[in-house]
């Protein structure tokens, strides 16, 4: 008579199994795409991670503005140590005598025995301006912008008023008005040294 265990079938010491299947290999996990909002944060912990950068600021790779990123961003990379390189003043203060002098000499030969004469003038204003910020780039003031501003006026009798209006740092920021007057008219340029902290 034949053994029969609890739910009826026959006893396992009697008949042979064949053995199970091996587990099939664990699938490797698909890496996160950059693209991906919810992944750029754990790539960039990963990228990060243990190191220190000079990194002052990191732009999101995404157009769209998404309330959330924000926090993801300030949590990742509060984590990372940065270097210490953040300037909150110039290295070299802007001096205006020296620029002053430098646009008053090209002021001077660049309008030697020129009259007036607007078709002309509206290139020379742009070929003055340009010449005028390459010699105050070459001072190697670090990390100023500078606007440049060329204007001719044409003697005839009247008054001209002239006003510009910025938003300054009395600190740091600075400007320079340099004129040449012949008998037809009048030049002035005017230079604006801004300091980008």
Partial sequence: MEKRGRGGKPSSSTASQPPPPP?????????????????YAQILKE????????????????????????????STLAKVKFAGSY???????????SVETEAQQI??????????????????????????????????????KFIIKVLFIQKTGQAINIASRWIWDVAWDSWVAVKQETETYVALALVFALYCE
Avoid: C, N
């Fill in 47 to 74: 990228r990060l991670r243990d190191s220190v950068h000079d990194v002052q600021y990191v732009e999101p790779p995404f157009d769209d503005p998404v309330a959330g990123l924000g926090k993801e961003w300030k």
């Fill in 107 to 144: 002021l001077k030969e660049s309008l030697k025995d020129v009259k007036y004469d607007d078709k002309v003038f509206s290139h020379l204003s742009l070929e003055l301006a340009d010449r005028i910020l390459s010699a105050v780039k070459e001072f190697g003031y670090h990390r100023y």
């Fill in 87 to 97: 300037r909150m003043e110039p290295l070299k203060k802007f001096q205006a005598h």
């Fill in 23 to 39: 587990p099939p290999p664990p699938r490797r996990e698909r890496r996160p795409s950059m693209f991906e909002r919810e992944a």
